[in-house]
């Protein structure tokens, strides 16, 4: 399996992948990009642009087939739909040269389901899988699929590490992964505290944004959980709140996403916003998060 990409095909621009050409013009790649979009290729550049990226490197083509076939590396970005991914995939299997990884930045859906559009080589699709935006946040979880090789699984693995993004391996797959499974136990709790009239909208998001969310930044949960331990460690906090965290699990809220409630959330969003342009406010919560991830960098954290 190809391990060091000087090229790297991008099938499927919007935001996603727009963001993903971004890093790995950073890095030094050379991208070839496709999508089936009209006006794809304006987009792209405009997006890229926006981001800072040189297009010196950056080639479009019409024909994903063609982008594959260049690439020593794929990162396929398709809509989230099982037929279009194994249509896209069928695709790229059987342009791109059998060493050479697919990978799909699904954020929910299985490999091995993926893989089914692979009737050459699927033991070189897996999901790789990152937090938006990429050209941002490191974290990319590689989960392989059944029929996934444990040469691709270390060809990604390197791959990413090599571009700075801070890769994580699944040893098993679920339907969204890691990071969006915990985000959606967050978010059902927080769904539900609204419903029930406890706290509004931007009560909750300023109770994680000032609170815990801070230290999650820095540390994760477990890391967190035994500093606050003091020399106990977690073995402390376990054993002192672990009894009353379980009555706190079985008190949270089953929540229905019902019509009613989502417009409760959007409303709330667009009060504790008040107007506020969502383009400048995601501008501004990168550059925060590149000096935070610059802070991090400097100092020996996990």
């Known amino acids: 399996m190809t391990t060091v990409a000087a090229r790297v095909a991008i099938v499927g621009t919007g935001v996603i992948g727009a963001s993903w050409a971004a890093h790995f013009l950073r890095h030094g790649l050379e991208v070839v990009a496709s999508d089936p979009a009209p006006d794809a290729e304006e987009r792209l550049r405009a997006d890229v642009a926006g981001i800072g990226a040189d297009q010196a490197r950056l080639r479009f083509v019409a024909d994903p087939g063609e982008a594959a076939a260049a690439a020593d590396f794929v990162q396929e970005n398709g809509p989230e739909r099982e037929d279009v991914k194994h249509a896209v995939i069928a695709a790229l299997d059987a ?17 091995s389901v993926i893989a089914r559009g692979a009737a050459a080589h699927p033991e070189r699709v897996l999901v790789g899988h990152p937090f938006n935006p990429p050209h941002v946040i490191p974290l990319v979880e590689v989960v392989p699929g059944e029929r996934t090789s444990e040469a691709a699984v270390e060809a990604a693995l390197a791959f990413y590490t090599a571009i700075g993004k801070r890769p994580i391996r699944l040893r098993q797959e679920l339907p969204g992964h890691i990071a969006n499974r915990l985000q959606a136990a967050l978010w059902q709790e927080a769904y539900s505290l609204v419903e029930r009239g406890v706290a509004s909208v931007a009560d909750i998001d300023t109770a994680i944004s000032h609170g815990p969310g801070l230290r999650w930044a820095v540390l994760g949960p477990f890391a967190n959980q035994h500093l606050s331990g003091g020399p106990g460690g977690l073995a402390h906090v376990l054993e002192h709140l672990g009894p009353p965290t379980e009555r706190w699990w079985r008190d949270l809220g089953s929540v229905t996403l019902t019509p009613e409630l989502a417009a409760t959330l959007v409303a709330g969003v667009d009060e504790e916003l008040a107007g506020r342009d969502p383009a400048a406010l995601a501008a501004t919560r990168d550059a925060v998060l590149d000096q935070l991830l610059a802070a991090k960098t400097s100092h020996d954290l996990p």
Do not use: F, M, N, Y
């Open 95 to 111: 342009a791109a040269r059998p060493e050479v990884v697919i990978a799909s930045s699904s954020s929910g859906l299985l490999p």
